[in-house]
């Protein structure tokens, strides 16, 4: 799943912005000045999903523009069948993911096919790789189900 914290320019009101020498009107603007809360960062979405569900566990984030030091998109990748999470995918999985993908196609993956979804199963046997795929390994390993149930991942890049 991927959560991206909303965003909108915070120095709109102090500068004038042109076009073609013209001043450009910010308002009708999907992210001008629209009352809303702009200092949400991904660790206080982090905090308010592990209420519900204290095992979520982020694997990666990309920085705000103009903030470079903020969290604004959180990546996070979980391991489970319909009716069970198993847990959630570290940053060790990520980076071999995207490693892997840009050997095989000299490009970074943006988006995951469903056909990745499905490779639950086989992906718990790279368990010693990462400590989030690890623990998940271990809990599936507790599930008779598992036998029965295919194991997805759930994710959009």
Request: overall charge positive; aromatic content about 12%.
């Amino acid at each position: 799943m991927v959560f991206i914290c909303y965003r909108e320019p915070a120095e709109a009101k102090r500068f004038d912005y042109y076009a073609g020498g013209a001043r450009v009107d910010m308002a009708p603007l999907t992210y001008a000045d629209s009352g809303q809360r702009i200092d949400i960062s991904a660790h206080d979405v982090v905090a308010k999903i592990r209420e519900r569900s204290p095992d979520f566990a982020p694997a990666a984030y990309l920085n705000g523009t103009e903030k470079p030091d903020s969290f604004k998109w959180l990546l996070s990748i979980r391991l489970g069948t319909r009716k069970r999470i198993y847990g959630y995918l570290g940053c060790k999985m990520i980076e071999l993911a995207q490693v892997w993908h840009h050997l095989r196609t000299g490009r970074y993956m943006a988006y995951a096919s469903p056909a990745v979804a499905r490779r639950g199963r086989s992906l718990l046997l790279l368990w010693p790789l990462d400590r989030g795929l690890h623990q998940a390994f271990l809990r599936a390993l507790r599930s008779p189900s598992l036998l029965f149930h295919r194991p997805y991942l759930q994710s959009t890049w």
